[in-house]
């Protein structure tokens, strides 16, 4: 089963609107969590690394104000993206590291941007 | 720059038609290279991580193996099932264990 939960799987939203996306690891404990955004027939390309207890770390051309990550506690981090505008629409994966040798996904969240 | 290029882009085989997925990558310290399989509209799902050349996992009809430059998937006889998009990722040692990954072959079975 599922050992990385996201939510919601898809959601639709008006542009100026924020949305907020729910990464949860069900059976272990993850003090760091990434978010990676992927456009139709690309590759997974990494936003963030979320870290418990401290700031998120942003990969480059990423805007930290847009897309806000908390990670709250060990087993949940959130991204919100604020503002959203119809070039935001796209598809949103969380991964959490069980062991170095484990990378788990989330099922993905399909925002759409209206 | 760590890259990571796959070929074909996409492939079509018959159900039991035997063919090799590939995976050419250029890292500064590799940690791992991992293999997932995508459905459309779901998040990817872990199949093997490979750590050093020559280093071999099967799972089921699927077989990784790694080289120095490169790593292959091997199908052998594969059924529609099968059909899906294989990507490969590299975590470099000084990643922070985020992964790099390529764009990935669109596999196509058919009966």
């Known amino acids: 089963g599922a050992v990385v939960s996201q939510h919601p799987s898809w959601v639709i939203c008006k542009s100026g609107t924020s949305v907020k996306i729910e990464c949860r690891s069900l059976d272990f404990q993850a003090t760091t969590m990434f978010w990676y955004r992927q456009f139709p027939k690309q590759s997974l390309m990494l936003m963030a690394t979320?870290?418990?207890?401290?700031?998120?770390?942003?990969e480059q051309g990423v805007e930290k104000d847009k897309f806000l990550i908390n990670h709250a506690s060990l087993t949940l981090s959130t991204l919100t993206v604020t503002s959203a505008h119809p070039e935001d629409s796209s598809f949103y994966i969380c991964s959490a590291p069980r062991r170095t040798t484990e990378a788990f996904f989330g099922q993905g969240t399909r925002l759409t941007v209206v | 720059e760590d890259q990571v290029t796959q070929s074909p882009e996409a492939l079509r085989l018959q159900e039991g038609e035997s063919s090799s997925l590939n995976c050419s990558y250029t890292v500064s310290g590799l940690r791992g290279l991992f293999w997932y399989r995508q459905d459309p509209g779901k998040g990817p799902e872990f199949l093997f991580t490979?750590?050093?050349a020559g280093e071999e996992k099967e799972k089921e009809r699927l077989k990784a193996t790694l080289t120095k430059k490169e790593s292959f998937l091997h199908i052998t006889a594969p059924k529609p099932e099968d059909s899906a998009t294989y990507l490969c990722a590299v975590q470099a040692l000084n990643s922070g264990y985020a992964l790099n990954f390529g764009k990935g072959t669109s596999l196509l079975v058919t009966p």
């Open positions: 979320s870290n418990e207890g401290s700031k998120a770390t942003y």
């Open positions: 490979l750590y050093s």
